[in-house]
């Protein structure tokens, strides 16, 4: 391997045209406050899009997974019903367009840290959330696609249940570069006070193994209850690294100076950037999801960049530590907000939207690679078939329904894999 061409690549979730706010998620505050809200599919995949594009104008490389066949009639089968017998909550959950959040698609190991040198994914069960637990089948029927060279990759099913494992959402990686030896953070949850911890950490050790890790370069690490409960349902939401640096809040974790000092025994060169309570309380945290960013090494030396939602903004305090901490001597150069507010809604920032995968653009199936060129064209898509609005009440609607499923078959033909995913 020369290591020239491996590279950190997004792989966004295009919003799916069912995309609609049924306060699925309990922990996961925006999901909660906004249960009932009228969603506008069309609109968030057009915000997801436009994010890709500022990916892409940064210089990096983009790619793309595709939103699930909705409603998923295989469960609803498995249930004993359909979707239009099911029961209110059992049809949203069958109907929601979650997988959007890529982040929780998987969690990847890059070549250089394993034992057999291919880059490890394992699917995520997502087990705790009923309506992200039938997702996995269907991400792994796109995973097994896009990394279908063997050479380079190996694909793993998920880990059983009842270890919920919600993928790379709770997995950073600090490395001195990409394709460099890193070290592998999992972090798990015990507690959450009122609400569930749906990162087990035998589901961690799992992933750790099966992908072939260094265990003296492995850690696994506890999430705070007090981060849980104030809304951080999954670590991104309050911390997130890039190659040798690592931003997060101050109580992202249960133990963090035995944290820290693990990982700056293993990676002297990393540098840790928190954010105090002081400065942005775990509340505010969770509102302005600044840590549910892309941090990202832009090309040519020109630092690293935290693309971050356009909701951070609106807390004025949270912004003006951001802007002066930009301004001062840190790894972390520019802010690059983008407005995801359609995602946003559902507690999906920036991060959320996108999986991380370390490896050659050589090595991957390029329909699930994107420039600006092919978003042109499923931007043309969306516009023509995604629904504009969906209220909770219309998910029986079966005009509705049929329209989804539209949507669906049209981009998955347009991007030539319609014989291979299989609603
Ligand atoms: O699992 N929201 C997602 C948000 C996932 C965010 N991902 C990361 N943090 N990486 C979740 O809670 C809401 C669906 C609804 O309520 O309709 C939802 O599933």
Not at 95 to 117: K, L, Q, R
Request: aromatic share 6%.
């Amino acid at each position: 391997m020369t290591g020239m061409t491996i590279r950190e690549i997004n792989f966004d979730g295009l919003v799916g045209p069912s995309h609609n706010y049924a306060g699925l998620s309990p922990g996961n505050l925006a999901s909660a406050r906004n249960a009932g809200a009228i969603a506008y599919p069309r609109a968030a995949a057009l915000q997801g899009i436009e994010k890709m594009r500022t990916n892409i104008r940064l210089g990096l490389t983009q790619g793309l997974f595709l939103p699930q066949w909705r409603p998923d009639g295989a469960w609803l089968k498995a249930l004993g019903t359909d979707v239009g017998n099911a029961e209110a909550h059992i049809r949203a959950a069958a109907m929601s367009a979650s997988s959007m959040w890529a982040a929780n698609a998987a969690t990847v190991s890059p070549a250089a840290d394993t034992a057999d040198g291919r880059t490890h994914l394992t699917v995520a069960n997502l087990v705790t959330m009923p309506h992200r637990s039938h997702e996995w089948p269907h991400t792994l029927a796109q995973l097994r696609l896009a990394f279908s060279d063997q050479g380079a990759f190996a694909v793993h099913g998920p880990v059983p249940p009842p270890f919920g494992d919600e993928g790379a959402a709770n997995h950073m990686r600090l490395c001195p570069s990409h394709g460099e030896a890193g070290v592998e953070v999992f972090v798990y949850g015990q507690s959450g006070g009122p609400f569930p911890a749906r990162q087990h950490i035998e589901a961690s050790k799992a992933v750790a193994r099966l992908h072939g890790l260094d265990p003296a370069r492995t850690l696994f690490v506890m999430q705070s209850e007090e981060a849980i409960a104030a809304g951080a349902f999954h670590n991104d939401v309050v911390a997130v690294a890039n190659e040798h640096v690592l931003f997060t809040h101050e109580h992202a974790f249960a133990d963090k100076e035995r944290f820290y000092a693990e990982l700056r025994a293993l990676l002297p060169s990393v540098e840790i950037v928190e954010v105090p309570a002081s400065a942005v309380s775990l509340s505010d945290a969770i509102r302005s999801y600044i840590f549910n960013a892309q941090l990202v090494t832009l090309p040519d030396g020109e630092g690293m960049a935290l693309i971050l939602p356009t909701d951070a903004q609106d807390l004025p305090d949270t912004w003006a530590w951001l802007e002066a901490t930009v301004a001062g001597n840190g790894p972390i150069r520019r802010l690059v907000p983008v407005n995801v507010r359609q995602s946003m809604a559902n507690g999906g920032g920036p991060a959320c939207l996108r999986l991380r995968v370390v490896a050659d653009p050589a090595d991957i199936d390029p329909r699930f690679l994107v420039d600006e060129g092919k978003l042109d064209g499923i931007a043309k898509m969306v516009e023509a078939y995604w629904p504009e609005a969906i209220a909770p009440a219309d998910l029986a609607d079966t005009r509705l329904i049929a329209r989804i499923e539209q949507s669906w078959l049209t981009v998955v033909d347009h991007l030539q894999l319609s014989g291979d995913l299989i609603p």
